[in-house]
């Protein structure tokens, strides 16, 4: 291992933001690094977060960090509080990239360029003499002992490493590189990598409402998922934006709510749409009075032309089970009340989530229990570190999930370059 005759060496597996940082910084520790990414770009998927403007981090307290972290939270105790939101956010503006806070308090860069964090990053590396390779590694090379000498590709052995990061990512978008390589070579090494399951994705309806209003973006509207399964109890309620698509439900607030579906269960949850949260229901009602006063003698299928978008007037209409050609003077007490019901409650029947290529973050991964918590370095392997969404860690939205990668990383890269100090 590391003595101060020798610089550590270290193969970093995977240029993520994980993997960037984690180079980036056992390098500026003395280390000497090698970073290995498949493609012939760093961060692929960096350069796509955000909608292209990257949330790198959230601007919140170690403490509300790990409430956002939907699985395994207390597991970062120790590396958000060494390395938090707010050293995050120090690194990114010494690099060079000013940055601003927004609703949320979520974190981009003044620019809105997602591209800036990711040269940013690469800029980190390159200037602490961090050695980019371009190769597939498919293994890890074990010795005798159980210790790591190096890693291997098709093309070659890469041989002499004190110590392994594995920063290779999750599931999720598999045309940035990240196919989940590292979940094999984890598991090569004696890892129990727990199920994969999509986070932070659509999720799939067979209701017609879905199909007929497909297209349709939903802004200012409540959406409460339902748990049918616990006597209906509401497990997330949130206000927002949302997407009705040709396979069912998405948008910000979709996607945040499908991390609150497990486990998912064709049936089971039900997504209920509040179109008008500003009005309680006596409020509506009375709207709805004075709409139907106004167009008593139109027929119902014109009693929503101001309360509802085009595309959901004929689909809702059908939804009350009203006659589309009934006048509307003649609508009973008892069908305004229906009305004013489904619009505070509109339910959509969740049968499925989108498959995991389509997900945001991958929920499940290399099992934190086979993981010291202050090291990131693996109980199965001594000189085998982990860094990023390649272990079982995932948030909500918000920079959650960079912040994630960037903390791990952070501390995999103290340790493995220190990794005497930590024997
Ligand atoms: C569309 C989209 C938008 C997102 N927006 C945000 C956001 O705004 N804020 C936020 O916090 N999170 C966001 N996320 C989530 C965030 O991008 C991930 O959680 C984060 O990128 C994980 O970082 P990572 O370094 O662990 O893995 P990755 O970013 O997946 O990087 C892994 C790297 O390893 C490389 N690799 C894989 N296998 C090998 C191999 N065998 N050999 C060599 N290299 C390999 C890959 O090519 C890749 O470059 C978003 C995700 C998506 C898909």
């Given at each position: 291992?590391?003595?101060?005759?020798?610089?550590?060496?270290?193969?970093?597996?995977?240029?993520?933001?994980?993997?960037m940082?984690?180079?980036?910084?056992?390098?500026?520790?003395?280390?000497?690094?090698?970073?290995?990414?498949?493609?012939?770009l760093?961060?692929?998927?960096?350069?796509?977060?955000?909608?292209?403007?990257?949330?790198?981090?959230?601007?919140c307290?170690?403490?509300?960090f790990?409430?956002?972290?939907?699985?395994?939270?207390?597991?970062?105790?120790?590396?958000?509080?060494?390395?938090?939101?707010?050293?995050?956010?120090?690194?990114?503006?010494?690099?060079?990239?000013?940055?601003?806070?927004?609703?949320?308090?979520?974190?981009f860069?003044?620019?809105?360029?997602?591209?800036?964090v990711?040269?940013?990053?690469?800029?980190?590396?390159?200037?602490?003499?961090?050695?980019?390779?371009?190769d597939r590694?498919?293994?890890?090379?074990?010795?005798?002992?159980?210790?790591?000498?190096?890693?291997?590709?098709?093309?070659?052995?890469?041989?002499?490493?004190?110590?392994?990061?594995?920063?290779?990512?999750?599931?999720?978008?598999?045309i940035?590189?990240?196919?989940?390589?590292?979940?094999?070579?984890?598991?090569?090494?004696?890892?129990?990598?727990?199920?994969?399951?999509?986070?932070?994705?659509?999720?799939?309806?067979d209701?017609?409402?879905?199909?007929?209003?497909?297209?349709?973006?939903?802004?200012?509207?409540?959406?409460?998922?339902?748990?049918?399964?616990?006597?209906?109890?509401?497990?997330?309620?949130?206000?927002?934006?949302?997407?009705?698509?040709?396979?069912?439900?998405?948008?910000?607030?979709?996607?945040?709510?499908s991390?609150?579906?497990r486990?998912?269960?064709?049936?089971?949850?039900?997504?209920?749409?509040?179109?008008?949260?500003?009005?309680?229901?006596?409020?509506?009602?009375?709207?709805?009075?004075?709409?139907?006063?106004?167009?008593?003698?139109?027929n119902?299928?014109?009693?929503?032309?101001?309360?509802?978008?085009?595309?959901?007037?004929?689909?809702?209409?059908?939804?009350c089970?009203?006659?589309?050609?009934?006048k509307?003077?003649?609508?009973?007490?008892?069908?305004?009340?229906?009305?004013?019901?489904?619009?505070?409650?509109?339910?959509?029947?969740?049968t499925?989530?989108?498959?995991?290529?389509?997900?945001?973050?991958?929920?499940?991964?290399?099992?934190?229990?086979?993981?010291?918590?202050?090291?990131?370095?693996?109980?199965?392997?001594?000189?085998l570190?982990?860094?990023?969404?390649?272990?079982?860690?995932?948030?909500?939205?918000?920079?959650?999930?960079?912040?994630?990668?960037?903390?791990?990383?952070?501390?995999?890269?103290?340790?493995?370059?220190?990794?005497?100090a930590?024997?």
């Open positions: 291992m590391g003595n101060n005759m020798n610089k550590t060496k270290i193969a970093v597996i995977g240029g993520g933001p994980a993997g940082l984690a180079a980036g910084h056992a390098a500026e520790l003395g280390a000497e690094v090698t970073l290995f990414e498949r493609n012939t760093l961060g692929r998927k960096l350069g796509i977060t955000g909608k292209g403007r990257c949330n790198l981090t959230n601007d307290t170690p403490d509300e790990i409430k956002n972290v939907t699985a395994n939270g207390k597991f970062l105790f120790s590396a958000i509080n060494r390395f938090s939101s707010a050293d995050t956010m120090a690194l990114i503006e010494s690099l060079g990239v000013p940055l601003k806070t927004e609703r949320g308090k979520r974190v860069p003044v620019s809105d360029k997602a591209t800036d990711v040269l940013a990053l690469k800029h980190y590396c390159l200037k602490n003499g961090v050695r980019i390779v371009c590694i498919s293994e890890l090379i074990q010795k005798a002992d159980g210790t790591l000498s190096g890693v291997r590709s098709e093309k070659k052995d890469y041989v002499g490493y004190d110590a392994v990061i594995l920063c290779t990512g999750g599931l999720s978008y598999p940035t590189g990240s196919t989940g390589d590292g979940y094999r070579m984890a598991e090569s090494v004696g890892h129990t990598v727990t199920p994969r399951i999509p986070s932070l994705v659509g999720l799939c309806s209701d017609f409402v879905c199909r007929e209003t497909m297209g349709l973006s939903l802004k200012n509207v409540a959406v409460s998922v339902i748990d049918t399964k616990k006597k209906n109890k509401v497990i997330y309620r949130d206000f927002g934006e949302m997407l009705f698509c040709h396979f069912g439900i998405s948008g910000p607030l979709v996607l945040s709510a991390a609150h579906l486990p998912m269960e064709s049936g089971r949850y039900l997504v209920s749409i509040d179109l008008k949260p500003a009005l309680d229901a006596q409020a509506l009602d009375k709207r709805l009075l004075s709409d139907f006063e106004k167009y008593k003698n139109r119902f299928i014109n009693a929503f032309d101001e309360l509802l978008p085009a595309k959901l007037r004929e689909p809702f209409i059908k939804l089970a009203i006659p589309t050609d009934k509307i003077h003649s609508i009973t007490a008892e069908e305004r009340h229906r009305i004013c019901e489904l619009l505070k409650n509109l339910p959509v029947t969740i499925g989530f989108r498959p995991i290529g389509e997900a945001i973050v991958t929920s499940g991964g290399v099992s934190v229990k086979e993981i010291e918590p202050q090291t990131m370095r693996s109980k199965k392997c001594p000189n570190y982990f860094a990023g969404e390649v272990m079982d860690l995932d948030a909500y939205t918000g920079g959650f999930n960079l912040q994630i990668a960037f903390c791990t990383a952070h501390a995999a890269a103290e340790a493995a370059t220190n990794a005497d930590f024997e």
